[in-house]
């Protein structure tokens, strides 16, 4: 396969690549690490993943991080997994994380935005105040480095402040998002055994209060080792029984005291989807994910004291603790606490308008809804401060990229970026000195050595293969919860290419340095021996006005055919008529190829996704030969679970 953009859609103008951070930092890092002075990016890249010691050297001495203990040196081990990052190093995160106090105490470090959309700042000095007499009553509650402490939180200052307190203790932050069922939050929690869990009474989402103490009953049931539960009145009810309150935790003026710990110390534990088990506990160290986010944030996105940074989230999905990491930068970040398109489609637009964000991030799915809806960002709102708008969760297709190009401004940086929960970072994405193809990555990010493989271990260019990152990144977990001999972490990551990290999305890397993603690899499209990306379809697809969503899969036959089915959820008032069918293969087989035209295509009432927003491939897969339900998903993670009988059914009905 190769690319068909070679016309970039845009280009960074040279001052923008002059004042970018890491412009700055490849020149000094070419003056004290011998990086490459001359190259750009391409050059950058290369010697970040050939002289990996010296570039995460380079990485900790431009941002200064603070190690209270000195490391040894960069690497003790560098195989995967196991890899051994700074010996001997002892850092906080949460100290880093409130460093802007010092010189910027007046200044907003969070807004707060509801669905008033009316900002509320908290200041750096407030944070920090908050922090310290946080951290100051958990160390009087008894909590120990290494303890675990648990929130039941939306996107609020109080799940910062929860967060910072607990790593400056040296304790393991986990949180689920109040949307969550007990179900969930119990499949989670119980891994890791709490000893603290912070909730709120409920929420706000859609206009609507959705009251949540009989959950958190619940889960004070069925958490025995919790020794303290604290009430954040969101909806203004009474503590219950034997909780603590929010307000009397956070009220002393304490100057935070932060516990030295090993940079390799557990910071938090985040969860995979959990859709076909128990979702896989994922650790990742204080130290990998300061230096990480620090690279990231700080390089990649280019954000520093002067920023505004958003993105649409939870606290149940990774997106809210890379924002979160936004303070490391000295950046404010910004936290929505609402439903994405509440009281209308343009939310999210109107919040980055009140706030003067400058990096606005959000998901592909919230693009292409605007499209679909006719949204004009720019015609009804001041983005002025927007300089890029990020996305992610899934690829944004090339008509996402033409309508923020026409829609928010000409002059703007689009970053598609692409990670995953298991690094808690990019893989490839956001470039600000790089010009942007449509439906295009812009590069692979610094000290990730990404490479596309076939099954042979082949690297490939302007063709499609698996995922693989050659080389350790610091936020690789340092190991999941309760695998003690590590086999299903290795099993996850490691079983395909001993050594090597495979991820499981279809990539393309091109010839000029961009990169593709195409769609999950563990629910591949493969006909005839040809691998296709599903995202491809989803893309040519849902640009029809009739298409709301769909979903294709692939189900290997026990005669040895092969099925491949696309289901789709019609707009309000469209019909899947003959003049449609014929509209949706023809779309197909014009902008892909005939070998990309289903077998069949079948209405179904909804598409399901798993909580953070993700369609549902391999579970829909799995129901489709004929596993059932109660095997092929886990019910907690889905965000509609009658959706997936609609499967079943057919299922049932083909046999």
Not at 51 to 66: G, N, P, S, Y
Not at 547 to 558: A, H, R, T
């Amino acid at each position: 396969m190769s690319t068909a953009n070679p016309q970039p859609l845009w280009r960074p103008d040279p001052q923008r690549i002059a004042q970018a951070q890491i412009t700055k930092f490849q020149a000094w890092a070419a003056e004290h690490h011998g990086a490459p002075a001359l190259g750009g990016y391409p050059a950058l890249h290369r010697w970040s993943v050939d002289e990996l010691e010296a570039f995460w050297t380079a990485v900790t001495q431009w941002f200064d991080v603070r190690f209270t203990s000195p490391y040894a040196r960069v690497l003790g081990d560098r195989s995967m997994p196991g890899t051994e990052w700074f010996p001997g190093a002892t850092v906080n995160y949460a100290e880093h994380a409130l460093r802007a106090a010092a010189t910027r105490a007046d200044e907003p470090a969070l807004l707060h935005v509801d669905e008033t959309h009316e900002p509320r700042p908290v200041t750096w000095s407030e944070l920090r105040r908050q922090v310290g007499s946080l951290a100051a009553e958990l160390r009087a509650l008894g909590v120990r480095p290494g303890d675990r402490i648990s929130g039941y939180l939306p996107n609020i200052p109080e799940a910062v402040v929860a967060l910072l307190a607990t790593a400056a203790v040296g304790a393991v932050w986990t949180s689920c998002a109040p949307d969550f069922g007990a179900r969930s939050v119990l499949d989670r929690f119980q891994q890791v055994e709490p000893v603290v869990l912070f909730t709120v009474d409920g929420y706000r989402y859609g206009g609507k209060e959705h009251d949540r103490r009989d959950v958190v009953a619940e889960l004070r049931r069925e958490l025995p080792t919790l020794r303290a539960v604290v009430h954040i009145p969101l909806l203004g009810t009474e503590a219950p029984e034997g909780a603590l309150e929010w307000s009397g935790l956070t009220s002393a003026d304490v100057a935070p005291v932060f516990e030295p710990v090993p940079f390799d110390h557990p910071l938090w534990v985040l969860y995979s989807s959990g859709t076909t088990g128990l979702p896989k506990a994922i650790v990742q160290s204080q130290g990998g994910i300061l230096v990480e986010h620090l690279k990231q944030l700080g390089l990649h996105c280019d954000l520093g004291p002067g920023d505004r940074f958003f993105w649409y989230t939870s606290t149940g999905w990774m997106m809210w603790n890379f924002l979160v990491s936004g303070l490391l930068t000295g950046t404010t970040i910004i936290l929505y606490d609402g439903s994405p398109g509440y009281p209308d489609t343009g939310a999210q637009w109107r919040i980055a308008e009140r706030t003067g964000a400058t990096l606005f991030g959000t998901s592909a799915a919230y693009v292409m809804a605007c499209r679909k809806a006719g949204v004009h960002p720019s015609r009804d709102f001041d983005l002025s401060t927007v300089r890029c708008v990020a996305t992610t969760g899934s690829p944004l297709p090339p008509d996402g990229f033409r309508w923020l190009h026409d829609e928010v401004r000409q002059d703007l940086w689009i970053a598609s970026v692409s990670g995953g929960t298991d690094v808690c970072s990019c893989f490839a994405g956001a470039v600000p000195t790089l010009p942007v193809h449509i439906g295009e990555l812009q590069a692979p990010c610094l000290g990730t050595d990404l490479q596309s493989w076939d099954p042979d271990g082949t690297p490939l260019i302007d063709e499609v293969g698996e995922l693989v990152v050659t080389n350790p990144m610091p936020s690789m977990p340092i190991h999941f919860w309760n695998d003690p001999d590590g086999s299903r972490y290795h099993d996850s990551y490691f079983a395909m290419y001993p050594g090597v990290w495979r991820h499981g999305d279809w990539i393309t890397l091109t010839s000029h340095g961009s990169v593709i993603i195409h769609g999950r690899s563990d629910s591949t499209l493969n006909r005839q021996g040809v691998r296709m990306g599903s995202a491809d379809i989803y893309e040519a697809v849902e640009r029809l006005p009739e298409i709301k969503e769909s979903l294709v899969i692939g189900v290997e036959q026990p005669d040895g055919g092969y099925w491949m089915p696309l289901f789709v959820q019609l707009t309000p008032g469209a019909a899947l008529d003959d003049a449609l069918l014929g509209r949706i293969k023809g779309t197909i087989r014009e902008q892909l190829s005939p070998r990309h035209v289903p077998d069949e295509v079948i209405e179904v009432p909804g598409i399901p996704h798993t909580l953070t927003g993700k369609r549902i491939e391999v579970p829909v897969k799995r129901l489709l030969q004929g596993t059932p339900l109660d095997k092929a998903v886990n019910p907690g993670s889905v965000d509609d679970l009658d959706l997936l009988r609609f499967y079943e059914e057919l299922a049932r009905k083909r046999a």
